[in-house]
């Protein structure tokens, strides 16, 4: 049998629980929203910068292939475009990973004749390099390609194909730009 105090006291403890728990929620959705808003002030952040870059003529380029199917690469450059005529300045660095040796990386610096078309554009690439950075045999040589842009001026995704002279090979290479 149950007192009159104790069903009193069962109360007050079930309406701080459903208080607390209430509490709880919306400490929950203060900090989601928080973490939201957050999140969304970083991406404004980024966009910003990234296309206040890009509106000085600065575009990063990020990409991954082959070297005659023997070798897989990355590559990071930053092309600067220059005003009004169609070339543009593009320094890479170039890492390949030889399925049977150690890898090797390489710092190119490259021409690019581009034929800014909307949406397509086309392009000529031909540069110098060394190749084999901090290698005792490292070489020096030129390499020379085509390649296709494809979207945006603030964003899109590019295709080339280079011939390099020092390693006497070809190299095919997909990757995106921002």
């Known amino acids: 049998m149950k007192y009159p105090l104790d069903v009193a006291h069962e109360r007050t403890l079930a309406a701080d629980h459903a208080t607390n728990s209430t509490a709880d929620a919306a400490s929950d959705r203060t900090g989601c929203r928080s973490k939201l808003i957050a999140c969304l002030l970083a991406a404004v952040c980024i966009y910003v910068s990234v296309s206040d870059v890009h509106a000085q003529?600065?575009?990063?380029?990020?990409?991954?292939?082959?070297?005659?199917?023997?070798?897989?690469?990355?590559?990071?450059?930053?092309?600067?475009?220059?005003?009004?005529?169609?070339?543009?300045?593009?320094?890479?660095?170039?890492?390949?990973?030889?399925l049977e040796s150690d890898a090797s990386s390489a710092l190119?610096?490259?021409?690019?004749?581009?034929?800014?078309?909307?949406?397509?554009?086309?392009?000529?690439?031909?540069?110098?390099g060394w190749h084999g950075l901090g290698e005792s045999d490292s070489d020096r040589g030129a390499?020379?390609?085509?390649?296709?842009?494809?979207?945006?001026?603030?964003?899109?995704?590019?295709?080339?194909i280079r011939h390099h002279q020092p390693l006497d090979a070809s190299s095919i290479t997909v990757g995106i730009t921002f």
């Open 143 to 160: 390499s020379v390609g085509a390649g296709l842009k494809l979207g945006f001026p603030s964003f899109g995704i590019f295709g080339q």
């Open 57 to 98: 003529g600065i575009a990063v380029w990020l990409g991954a292939g082959t070297v005659n199917e023997e070798s897989r690469i990355a590559t990071a450059a930053a092309q600067l475009d220059l005003p009004v005529i169609p070339l543009a300045a593009r320094p890479e660095f170039f890492w390949a990973s030889p």
């Open 108 to 128: 190119l610096l490259n021409g690019v004749f581009d034929f800014n078309l909307p949406g397509v554009s086309p392009y000529l690439i031909a540069g110098w």
